[in-house]
């Protein structure tokens, strides 16, 4: 049977991984890389058992990736070889310290519509296949790296990123956070609107200033309601801000690390900033780079925003951002020894998973068993579809999420279902494409097979499209055998042929699967298409019927009843599984 952990999810500072992996060798370099719409940059390191990361390299290079994109939704000629020359450069770096390679991209590729010309270019020149990740996981991912270099693990704190396309607001006492968002306020989009080229004017800075507002409101009133003890500051515009205001205190920063900035010393930067109308006017600031000079005032006049609607006085510059927390990410789930159950959604992707299932009311008895079904008959027919366990942390996702929609209403549910998943803020730990095809598999759980009128299913790859026909396949039969939500069916096998494939059900002694066994082979089309055999089912009876406690309702904290209504045996024949 399928092995359920309830595992505490361990501090950001426990996740450097083991030097050695599961099977006693040593452990290769991991660099991990921050496509930024700025800069990218690269950290290189090595982990080190039972502390920090050894950092082997760091690099830094100017892109400004998300320039002059129409507001960001387009991607420009130069801007993409600027970006995939930097990623040769990484690739060369990585290959020299013989290190694995995880690359994310932010703000600017996430919003282009024409993102795919990068995406596809960067694996063909550099090697390096980039992950475009939601803005809830950015920040997941800043918070995971600020609490690696500040500190605040513990303490109710409050952790800011000002990026070039993106800003994100953390607040929590330890990971996964109380309050995670992405706002569309970055350094480089707010100059582009508001102050074209560097220039400053009065009218500007106050448009500037009133847009931030009203972006914040709903934002400020969260926040103050969560409450935090130190505000933690990311990336390089609050370092610029840190050096400026140490300036003014007449002090020379060696490192901006746990660096202050002071309201009332942000107050003054700012005032002396919009005074300069022309990037060239602010030459003078010490510890300025020249190449922030265009975007510096946008930056501040964000920062100085963010202080005054959420109460900030004094803010922590932290060292540690989006590439230090990918790479305590990637360490953990590359390194770590692999589960002995059946189980493989993370911790912190399975905890995501279900507080949102859970906030639709779903009924995570059936959602898990069925799944706990699907995920089995995955194992047993891997030697036909041939994916990964990666690809089943995706059908486990969906399997838990397929109903969620009927919060929305009954009535096309699996359409509900799908929007409620691509538009969530609160699934943690996947990336742009993951949760596309997480909704997707959703989607298809029940009536109609994939279309070519369904554009999200045909803008996919065509591997990705196999994936979304496989899981949702396989995700239907084992919804299919528990129709009753009586649990009926414990467990599947599966036996393949040249032809077909015949799925051994294993049912509790004296159990009734008629209705099971009937929508079962109702719900077969979809599994048989991706296959390419066709699929039967055998009825195997078990002596003793095992009680099963592994379910999330029945879990410390958990509802001790279902969370949702089970489905009355006067429906169970009026559709196909769901």
Do not use: W
Request: overall charge neutral; glycine content about 8%.
């Amino acid at each position: 049977m399928r092995v359920h952990r309830a595992a505490a999810v361990p501090s950001p500072l426990e996740f450097a991984a083991p030097t050695s992996s599961s099977d006693g060798r040593q452990s290769r370099a991991l660099a991990a890389i921050d496509v930024g719409t700025n800069s990218m940059h690269m950290v290189i390191a090595r982990a080190v058992p039972g502390g920090a990361p050894e950092i082997l390299a760091r690099e830094k290079l100017l892109v400004r990736l998300g320039s002059g994109g129409e507001d960001m939704t387009r991607l420009m000629p130069d801007a993409v070889d600027r970006a995939v020359a930097a990623l040769v450069e990484f690739r060369h770096i990585a290959d020299a310290h013989n290190a694995d390679v995880a690359a994310v991209a932010t703000s600017a590729i996430r919003e282009a519509q024409n993102q795919e010309q990068f995406l596809k270019r960067a694996s063909a020149e550099a090697r390096i296949e980039v992950e475009v990740i939601s803005g809830t996981e950015e920040a997941r991912l800043i918070h995971l790296g600020a609490m690696s270099a500040v500190p605040i693990a513990g303490r109710p704190h409050l952790v800011i990123d000002i990026g070039g396309g993106s800003t994100e607001v953390v607040i929590g006492d330890h990971a996964p956070a109380a309050l995670a968002r992405s706002l569309k306020l970055g350094h480089i989009r707010l100059t582009d609107r508001f102050f074209a080229g560097g220039a400053v004017t009065a009218g500007a800075v106050k448009a500037c200033r009133r847009h931030i507002k009203s972006s914040l409101a709903h934002l400020a009133g969260e926040a103050r309601s969560i409450g935090f003890d130190v505000a933690v500051g990311c990336s390089g515009t609050v370092a610029a801000l840190a050096t400026l205001c140490a300036a003014r205190r007449g002090e020379t920063l060696r490192t901006v690390a746990n660096a202050t900035i002071e309201r009332d010393e942000l107050d003054a930067v700012v005032k002396d900033l919009v005074s300069r109308p022309a990037p060239e006017d602010r030459s003078d600031l010490a510890g300025l780079d020249p190449a922030r000079r265009d975007v510096i005032v946008a930056g501040a006049v964000l920062l100085r925003q963010l202080f005054k609607a959420l109460g900030i006085r004094t803010m922590v510059a932290s060292t540690g951002a989006l590439r230090e927390g990918l790479l305590l990410d990637r360490f953990s789930r590359r390194d770590r020894a692999p589960d002995d159950g059946l189980h493989h959604l993370s911790d912190l992707r399975r905890s995501s998973v279900v507080a949102l299932a859970r906030s639709y009311h779903e009924d995570l008895i059936h959602a898990e068993h069925a799944t706990d079904l699907a995920l089995e008959l995955f194992d047993e027919t891997e030697p036909i579809h041939g994916l990964t366990i990666a690809d089943s942390e995706l059908l486990e996702a969906s399997g838990l999420l397929h109903n969620i929609g009927r919060f929305v209403a009954n009535s096309s549910h699996h359409k509900h279902s799908y929007y409620l998943i691509r538009h969530s803020e609160r699934l943690s730990g996947f990336n742009e494409n993951e949760l596309e095809l997480i909704a997707l598999v959703a989607r298809y759980h029940r009536r109609s097979k994939p279309l070519p009128s369904h554009h999200e299913y045909m803008a996919l790859s065509e591997a990705d499209r196999r994936r979304v026909r496989t899981l949702a396949g396989l995700l239907r039969v084992g919804i299919a055998l528990d129709r009753t939500y009586r649990r009926s069916v414990e467990r599947v096998a599966a036996a393949i042929g040249e032809d077909s494939v015949t799925i051994d059900v294993e049912v509790a002694s004296g159990a009734d699967v008629g209705i099971e066994l009937f929508t079962a082979r109702r719900s077969t089309a979809l599994l048989q298409e991706a296959l390419k055999r066709d699929v039967e089912f055998r009825v195997v009876e078990t002596a003793v019927q095992p009680q099963r406690f592994n379910h999330p309702a029945f879990r410390p904290g958990a509802a001790a009843t279902p969370l949702g209504p089970t489905e009355p045996e006067s429906a169970v024949l009026e559709s196909p599984a769901g």
